[in-house]
């Protein structure tokens, strides 16, 4: 009982130093300058939603995040991708503390926005990328209803807007060696679910706050 | 020995009197809002003292630790340059390979044939190998998309940031002349550095101040207005002052002490060539500088411009003189 705790509690400790030290790894290799645009960092339960070009985004977004913040937030990835492998495994349950979705087992029962609300409770933030796949070039695409379904059940989670810039010229779609380039990642206004907002006008307001800090970001 | 210390300690603790004066000036410049100067130039002020400071830290240690480590130094600054650099350059995605390469092969090894002391190879390893693969190696992606401008996009990044800053630390392995007394001297080359840095700052800040002067006459105003003809002329002849009054801490020595103030003044001279290409290329990418993207400072190439443009002009000349004052001297008794 007593090495269980012990061991539990070095677990924990080793992998708050790995979680400390590789946010920092992070925040150097993507040379992020972070910025907060008529936004605030805070730890009341948000729902941080950015563009989705590289497979680094979620790390890097989620490294750029103050600590205090970043240890109530969770990336929400694919199951299939982050359980590949002992380091994968322990980086998206010990390190990023992920929410795993199990792309090839979505079901009505099961639908990954119980699992999303269920994890969370209220205490968690989470990192999504409503555009669902990764695009190929800077466009932001159109957003997956998920996002809506999240806030039509959780009214009172912040929705946050972020643009990740240049992340698909660190490591483009199909590419394994990434270019040490520097990243910028913009947080926008806090936004929430009007009520009785129809589904396709949230997605298509959600999908224009990124769109217009992408294009704040291009004009300064 | 104690002669040798003398000039190390008068050069370190002189530019350390300076910096303190300069950070004191910009302390109270910062806290009086009614000095009647304006707030950006006292901003860009402040900046400028605090990488003054980063960039004595790192050369005071040249002094203390071992050369390596300043070498090492100089590397972490190209790495730093050259992404701006490549950050700020569009590029396509089938010059992902080519820039992975450049970054993480060809610069480290043309830092490490420095520190080998290799100028037969760091020379022309970028020039000669680099100038060649990378265009090569982007045909190879099979994009031909612009590929001339991407080419020479990355070939400048490189020869810029890399190739011609590491000729600043290269200084530190250039073989100099005997001297007269026989005795080795453990910090020549390190001071030769710290004077080449130094001057390149002074210059900068002395064209700069040259600029303030009424009668303005910008040298080309549609790329930089704060650029003048009074800065260049005046900025140069006070370095060559300056620099000429400081040949006692270089290798430039007996009767060519004269040779201090005229490096001072090609310093000077390619400080400001440094300046005003990459202010045409910031004009040209629309960017005020290139730490636009790190909020609150200027990048590190906007700091190091005209290091890059003078660093292998000096080390060019200096090693031109050093070879014919060895082959001057007398043989080895």
């Known amino acids: 009982m007593a090495t269980e705790a012990l061991s539990s509690w070095g677990g924990d400790l080793a992998s708050g130093l790995v979680r400390n030290s590789l946010a920092l790894l992070a925040r150097f290799i993507s040379g992020a300058s972070v910025r907060w645009l008529d936004s605030q960092p805070d730890t009341c339960q948000r729902v941080y939603f950015a563009n989705h070009t590289s497979h680094l985004d979620a790390v890097v977004l989620w490294s750029a995040l103050p600590p205090e913040v970043r240890v109530l937030t969770r990336p929400v990835a694919a199951k299939d991708y982050w359980t590949a492998g002992p380091i994968r495994r322990f980086l998206s349950g010990r390190v990023f503390n992920a929410i795993l979705i199990d792309r090839t087992d979505i079901k009505v029962h099961r639908s990954p926005v119980d699992l999303m609300t269920r994890e969370i409770g209220h205490q968690y933030s989470i990192i999504v990328f409503p555009e669902g796949g990764r695009s190929s070039g800077p466009d932001v695409q159109e957003f997956k209803s998920g996002l809506y379904y999240l806030c039509r059940r959780r009214p009172d989670l912040e929705l946050i807007p972020v643009y990740i810039d240049n992340m698909n010229r660190i490591l483009p779609r199909g590419e394994v060696l990434p270019v040490p380039l520097l990243t910028s990642i913009t947080f926008g206004p806090p936004m929430w679910l009007e009520a009785g907002e129809p589904k396709h006008h949230f997605l298509a307001r959600a999908r224009e706050a990124v769109r217009r800090i992408q294009q704040l970001r291009g004009s300064s | ?333």
């Not at chain 2, 400071?53 to 300043?70: D, E, K, M, Q, S």
């Not at chain 2, 400080?271 to 990418?285: E, N, Q, T, V």
Request: aromatic letters at 14%.
């Open chain 2, 1 to 333: 020995m104690l002669v040798s210390d003398f000039k190390t300690l008068g050069l370190i603790g002189g530019v350390l009197l300076l910096l303190a004066i300069a950070s004191a000036v910009a302390q109270i410049l910062a806290r009086r809002s009614d000095s009647g100067l304006d707030r950006a130039i006292v901003d860009t002020f402040r900046r400028r003292v605090r990488s003054w400071w980063v960039l004595y830290a790192l050369l005071a240690f040249a002094f203390f630790v071992h050369p390596t480590a300043t070498i090492v130094f100089f590397f972490f600054i190209s790495f730093w340059a050259l992404r701006e650099f490549i950050t700020l350059t569009p590029t396509r995605p089938g010059d992902q390979r080519t820039l992975f390469w450049v970054f993480v092969v060809c610069t480290p090894a043309q830092f490490v044939l420095v520190g080998l002391k290799q100028y037969e190879l760091y020379s022309i390893l970028i020039p000669v190998y680099a100038f060649l693969l990378i265009p090569a190696g982007i045909a190879l992606s099979g994009d031909p998309k612009r590929f001339l401008e991407r080419t020479a996009k990355i070939q400048s990044g490189l020869l810029i940031s890399v190739y011609c800053l590491s000729f600043a630390p290269a200084l530190l392995t250039l073989e100099l002349p005997r001297l007269p007394s026989g005795y080795e001297d453990p910090y020549r080359h390190a001071r030769l550095l710290f004077f080449f840095v130094l001057m390149t700052q002074l210059s900068e800040a002395l064209q700069y101040a040259w600029s303030q002067v009424p009668g303005r006459h910008p040298v080309v105003p549609s790329i930089s207005p704060t650029r003048t003809w009074e800065g260049l002329f005046g900025g140069t002849a006070s370095a060559m002052l300056l620099g000429g009054a400081l040949w006692w801490a270089t290798p430039f020595r007996g009767s060519d002490w004269w040779m201090a103030a005229v490096m001072s003044g090609v310093i000077s001279i390619m400080s400001f060539a440094g300046g005003l290409s990459m202010s045409a290329i910031k004009r040209d990418r629309g960017v005020h500088d290139y730490g636009t993207l790190v909020e609150g400072h200027g990048g590190v190439l906007d700091r190091i411009d005209s290091i890059c443009f003078a660093a292998p002009v000096f080390f060019h000349l200096t090693r031109l003189w050093a070879n014919w004052a060895i082959a001057a001297q007398p043989p080895a008794p």
